[in-house]
Nanobody, 119 residues
Framework: VQLQASGGGLVQAGGSLRLSCAAS????????LGWFRQPPGKEREFVAA????????NYADSVKGRFTISRDNAKNTVNLQMNSLKPEDTAVYYC?????????????WGQGTLVTVSS
């Protein structure tokens, strides 16, 4: 599975950005998709994940109520709508994929897209 993330950029605090990740998998619907981020000087952390649909999502506490993950199975894409952005959301954001049901970590990773939130 190849993943290509896009949509990062510079935004002021309180603003919004929408990240997208295109996947090459033929069996896209069999994969759980996730977003992770790595703030400057810190370790990578979980942001959000989605299984089959928006009824099967999971979020980090730090983004609940502000970020929304969704997937378009017809287009093989997963999106992350980020609202009410804060300077602490500044990070390189990565999309990732693993087979639904797997619990041993994500197998496939995109190249990352930089999000910078100015105060």
């Amino acid at each position: 599975v190849q993943l290509q993330a896009s949509g990062g950029g510079l935004v002021q605090a309180g603003g919004s950005l929408r990240l997208s990740c295109a996947a090459s998998a033929r069996t896209f619907t069999r994969y759980e998709l996730g977003w992770f981020r790595q703030p400057p000087g810190k370790e990578r952390e979980f942001v959000a994940a989605i299984k089959w649909s928006s009824d099967n999502t999971n979020y980090a506490d730090s983004v609940k109520g502000r970020f929304t993950i969704s997937r378009d199975n017809a287009k093989n894409t997963v999106n992350l709508q980020m609202n009410s952005l804060k300077p602490e959301d500044t990070a390189v954001y990565y999309c990732a994929a693993r087979p639904i049901g797997s619990t041993i970590g994500y197998d496939y990773w995109g190249q990352g897209t930089l999000v910078t939130v100015s105060s």
